[in-house]
């Protein structure tokens, strides 16, 4: 089955510590519940791991991320770092999926210990099928050293990378061909 989304997804433009085996997808609108001024959804999604959103009041600190379509996903990325952000860093985080902010159910639900890196959270069922879903959200719960704010570096999410027509090529069994399949 092809995911249902609104464009072809573009192979992902992570950082090099981050392992490229999905597709990325960027068509997607992201709201948190709340933000301080100036670190808000550019911060999530500009691929510097030194810039952050900060949420701004009570917890829970919600990050909704919603598709134009149902759409198929199977990993969301978080970047934590517990060094640089300390009692702004999560450490209890659920993710919820569904249709719209009424019918959510929690799928995951994480206890981070000083987080250094990427955080990869499966968005599969038992079977390891991935999910489909207009939303996600993920909810902050609570805080490294019972801080009040937090600080999310960056969010990705993928989908499943499936292969196309276009990747397959047959094989090239000539002489012809075979002079030709290498590049020096």
């Known amino acids: 089955a ?3 989304v609104p464009r072809q997804p573009r192979a992902a433009a992570v950082p090099s510590r981050h392992p490229r ?6 068509e997607r609108r992201v709201f948190p519940k709340r933000q301080k001024s100036g670190f808000g ?5 500009d691929d510097n791991l030194e810039t952050y959103w900060q949420s701004d009041g009570s917890q829970p600190h919600l990050v909704n991320i919603q598709f ?6 199977k990993t969301l990325c978080i970047y934590a770092d517990y060094k640089s952000d300390e009692s702004y860093t999560p450490s209890k985080i659920s993710v919820r999926v569904g ?19 990427w955080i990869h959270v499966p968005l599969t069922d038992n079977h390891k099928k991935p999910t ?10 609570a805080n490294h050293q019972n801080g ?8 990705k999410i993928y989908t499943p990378v499936e292969e196309s027509s276009i990747g397959k090529f047959p094989r090239c069994t000539t ?10």
Do not use: W
Request: net charge positive; no cysteine; hydrophobic share 40%.
């Open 41 to 45: 959804v550019d911060q999530l999604r």
């Open 21 to 26: 085996p999905k597709h990325r997808l960027s």
């Open 148 to 155: 009040r704010d937090t600080h999310m570096r960056q969010i």
């Open 68 to 73: 134009r379509r149902k759409t198929t996903v």
């Open 175 to 184: 002489i012809d061909f075979m002079m030709y399949r290498s590049i020096r």
């Open 132 to 141: 489909r879903t207009f939303m996600i959200q993920i909810a902050v719960l």
């Open 99 to 117: 249709n719209n902010f009424h019918n959510l159910q929690e799928i995951r639900q994480l206890e981070l210990v000083e987080p250094s890196g």
């Open 2 to 4: 092809v995911p249902a």
